[in-house]
């Protein structure tokens, strides 16, 4: 046996020796048979004339290598485009149109006071440099705060906390640092607060405008002459903002649960008017209530729960029914439902229908009578009240376990806050018991 | 404030001349108020309210062995009053929408008793319209039925005895009635009329029995519509949401006057200052 030299030796020495059985041409077994001397399988001579490839039943496309094509059998390919043409691979270094170059080239900004000379990367095209103002120059803005002669001060601007000097040296700082009033504020001689400062520019500024301009009326549009800067305003504003900033988390806790109460009172007394088409006003107590606010609201409560009419939803007709002169009742019993359940959400009308259902109540009732209407509308009612108290008690269950759990992370409050706290819970079920 | 007429003893006796003697009557007790009133029939009865209740429905019998593909079952529609009264009171015609394969789709029913009867294949919805007379009501009223001709699926096979019947009850309102209308029909049976006792019957004269349905052909098949079953079942219901509402609101008193861990517990006096 001829010792195993590599396949293409062995390959030609097989061909060589054909001895006149054709053979089949596959690499490997023809190897190893070659090499174990086996006999080896025949074909029609036709086929031995044929390319060294294999003839596979299709041609393998050009974009997938061979070992991939193989394994997939060619199933389940993505298009076939090429990513990246081979051909432009070459090319990409072509010859641009116009010739460009980078030069080191010295430029001077608008935006400098000083003379400095500085030099930067310029890309010249076909040997002409770029001109025009350097590109940043236009972000260099600048505020134009106005100046007054002696007269003018005299005239318009004095003041009696402010003296010259430090109006001037107010108006300095102002030029200087952009009208930054925290740094201006840091860098003043004397100790003034922020609001002072401003609103002595403000007045000055705006003394000016109106001093200079011929008539109001031309500066009338300015909005530094529109509007005149409220420091007090400013003062509380930043005041209330750091409070709210250092507020502890059971603070916050307390303000959410106070908003979330208010909002639910408003949210299903104004579910009641809608029913009710009430004339007897009822007093709304103010949606923002800050946590020591609780007072007033558990004042009204008690206020509103008297003059909430008893529910006589069966004489209140909407007024799409006034319009009609005849209608059927089932009609008029939609209508009424439908003003019932117009403030619910969709999930709550679910649950009223569902609720209705599993007392074996029809939906709709069978024989819809005036009778048997004002008593559907009344249960429909009473459930909405009954579902309304169960989300209650769920959510006074979930906040008592919450205090619970948190009882035991956070210091105690104090028993007035808390006495507050629990005097509204209180009014407000009472209010429920009026309802 | 109730109007004065509802208190006005019934007319004695059937017929226009009474009711309008008794109504006269009333006006006449009115202070400063002429005894003819010209605006007498246009002016409106405000809070009071006077409904008619009605049946209205189908009844599909199979045509059994005359049945061919096209021709499987004839049915009636109809609208009659609720206890079988003669509606013609109030109705002036009534038209059926039928299915526009139906040759002259449209069919006016001019008088009582309101119904079509026809013979076909198919079930489809059909559009009730009723014109009521002049001094009822300007407007129309539409109502929808769905015919019905075939059983609910585990009936059984169909019978030529035995029909499919659909009926739907509801009642005609009118909020504000004139007052000459009022007075037309508030002794009618076909009426009802809240807050006045029932009058009693009008004599059925001769002609008046022709117009109601209390014999008519299909009556064995009428439902009967009380509203006696619904409401039972309402106040029961009402009853158990009624305990239910109770019970939580225990449940939420008690979870107030539930003591927490954190609190510093200096009496309940402080502490339910508002109560």
Same mark, same amino acid.
Request: charged share 25%; with cysteine; hydrophobic share 35%.
């Given at each position: ?23 089949? $041409? ?12 086996? *006999? ?22 050009? /974009? ?21 043409? &081979? ?13 460009? &170059? ?8 608008? #935006? ?60 300095? $700082? @102002? ?56 420091? &007090? ?7 209330? $903002?750091?409070?709210?900033?250092? *507020? ?13 109460? !208010? ?23 103010? #949606?923002?209530?800050? &946590?020591? /606010? ?78 048997? @209407? ?15 108290? *169960? ?27 808390? !006495? ?8 407000? @079920?009472? @209010?429920?018991?009026?309802? | ?53 009605? +049946? ?38 009534? +038209? ?39 001094? +009822? ?103 158990? +949401? ?34």
């Amino acid at each position: 046996h001829p010792p195993c030299r590599g396949r293409k030796t062995v390959r030609t020495l097989t061909l060589a020796r054909s001895t006149g059985v054709p053979v089949l $041409l596959r690499p490997s077994s023809m190897d190893a048979k070659d090499i174990l001397g086996l *006999q080896k399988t025949s074909f029609p001579s036709a086929q031995e004339k044929k390319p060294r490839a294999p003839k596979e039943p299709q041609r393998k496309p050009d /974009g997938v290598s061979r070992e991939v094509y193989a394994l997939t059998g060619g199933v389940g390919m993505a298009p076939l485009m090429p990513t990246i043409e &081979a051909s432009h691979l070459k090319r990409r270094p072509a010859v641009e149109k116009e010739k460009v &170059a980078w030069q080191w080239l010295p430029f001077t900004s608008s #935006a400098r006071t000083d003379n400095l000379q500085l030099y930067h990367w310029v890309r010249v095209v076909n040997n002409v440099p770029p001109t025009g103002d350097y590109d940043f120059a236009k972000y260099n803005t600048k505020v134009d705060v106005l100046k007054y002669t002696d007269e003018e001060y005299e005239k318009y601007l004095t003041e009696p906390t402010w003296s010259r000097e430090e109006t001037d040296q107010l108006f300095e $700082l @102002c030029q200087r640092f952009d009208l930054r009033f925290i740094v201006i504020a840091d860098r003043f001689p004397t100790a003034r607060s922020v609001e002072d400062l401003k609103s002595r520019y403000y007045s000055v500024t705006r003394a000016l405008l109106i001093a200079r301009a011929r008539s109001f009326d031309e500066v009338a549009g300015n909005p530094l002459v529109k509007e005149t800067f409220n420091a &007090a305003h400013e003062t509380e504003r930043k005041r209330a $903002l750091s409070a709210l900033f250092s *507020q502890t988390k059971q603070q916050e806790r307390k303000d959410a649960e106070v908003l979330a109460e !208010a909002k639910r009172i408003m949210e299903s007394r104004a579910a009641n008017k809608n029913v009710e088409e009430a004339g007897a006003p009822t007093s709304l107590p103010n #949606a923002a209530v800050p &946590a020591d /606010g609780v007072s007033p609201l558990s004042n009204n409560l008690p206020s509103s729960a008297a003059t909430h009419p008893a529910a006589a939803a069966n004489t209140s007709i909407p007024d799409t029914l006034r319009m009609l002169k005849v209608y059927l009742r089932t009609h008029a019993l939609d209508q009424m439902v439908q003003a019932v359940t117009a403030s619910a959400g969709i999930r709550m009308i679910k649950r009223v229908d569902q609720t209705l259902q599993d007392l074996g109540v029809n939906l709709k009732p069978k024989v819809p009578t005036k009778a048997v @209407c004002a008593e559907h509308l009344e249960l429909r009612n009473e459930i909405l009240t009954l579902l309304n108290i *169960q989300k209650q008690l769920q959510n006074k269950e979930a906040e008592v376990l919450a205090n619970r759990e948190s009882s035991f992370t956070e210091a105690p409050t104090t028993p007035k806050v808390h !006495a507050e706290w629990v005097t509204t819970l209180f009014s407000l @079920c009472f @209010c429920v018991e009026d309802i | 404030a109730p109007i004065i007429l509802s208190d006005s003893p019934p007319a004695a006796a059937a017929g226009a001349e009474p009711a309008l003697t008794a109504a006269q009557k009333a006006l006449r007790s009115k202070p400063a108020r002429a005894p003819e009133d010209p605006d007498k029939k246009n002016k409106k009865l405000k809070d009071v309210e006077i409904s008619f209740p009605i +049946v209205y429905g189908t009844i599909s019998f199979w045509l059994g062995k005359k049945a061919s593909e096209y021709n499987s079952h004839k049915w009636t529609v109809y609208i009659r009053s609720a206890t079988n009264e003669d509606l013609s009171v109030i109705v002036k015609r009534v +038209v059926f929408q039928l299915h526009p394969s139906f040759t002259n789709p449209t069919r006016v029913v001019e008088q009582p008793p309101f119904e079509l009867s026809e013979s076909g294949w198919g079930e489809f919805e059909i559009a009730i319209t009723l014109y009521f007379h002049s001094d +009822v009501c300007e407007k129309r009223l539409d109502l929808f039925h769905q015919l019905k001709l075939y059983p609910e699926e585990d009936a059984g096979p169909q019978s030529t005895k035995k029909p499919v019947v659909v009926e739907t009850y509801d009642e005609v309102v009118f909020p504000e009635p004139t007052e000459a209308f009022f007075l037309r029909v508030q002794n009618h049976p076909a009426a009802t009329v809240p807050r006045l006792p029932p009058g009693p019957m009008e004599l059925m004269s001769h002609d008046k029995k022709r117009f109601d349905t209390k014999d008519h052909s299909l009556s064995q098949w009428f439902s009967n519509f009380s509203e006696a079953d619904e409401l039972l079942k309402l106040a029961a219901a009402r009853q158990q +949401v009624q305990a239910h509402i109770a019970k939580l609101r225990r449940q939420l008193s008690m979870i107030e006057g539930m003591p927490q861990q954190s609190r510093v517990i200096s009496g309940p006096g402080q502490q339910f200052g508002h109560g």
